[in-house]
């Protein structure tokens, strides 16, 4: 039996809920949508500083009001013996918020120059 080697960066749990977040922040839900209405999401994204500024004010308001999704991050993958979980954030960076929005396709990788 041979092993399948996947290409696709696996998404993080946190990844997730800052591009979660940040359709959130724009009035906008990402899932289950037609290919235009996905260009239209993507449109929609401002510039990373400005996104990640969208995303760490929403992550405010749910703390203060007490209104997270989960009361915990759950971090478990095959091959777990058993699941990792980290405290609800309190800000995330915009690392996260870029990666989160490279892997699930709603921003393209920049050049990057060659060594």
């Known amino acids: 039996m041979s092993k399948r080697v996947s290409n696709i960066p696996q998404r993080m749990p946190l990844e997730e809920l800052a591009v979660d977040l940040l359709f959130e922040a724009l009035g906008e839900d990402r899932y289950n949508r037609s290919m235009l209405e996905y260009a239209y999401l993507i449109s929609l994204i401002p510039p990373l500083k400005e996104a990640i500024h969208l995303v ?22 095959s091959g777990d013996l058993a699941p990792r979980y980290v ?18 396709g709603f921003r393209t990788p920049k050049w990057r120059k060659s060594n």
């Open 87 to 104: 405290p609800f954030p309190s800000k995330i960076s915009i690392e996260t918020l870029r990666m989160g929005l490279l892997r699930l």
């Open 56 to 77: 760490n004010q929403r992550l405010q308001q749910l703390n203060e009001t007490g209104q997270q999704r989960f009361s915990a991050i759950c971090y478990f993958k």
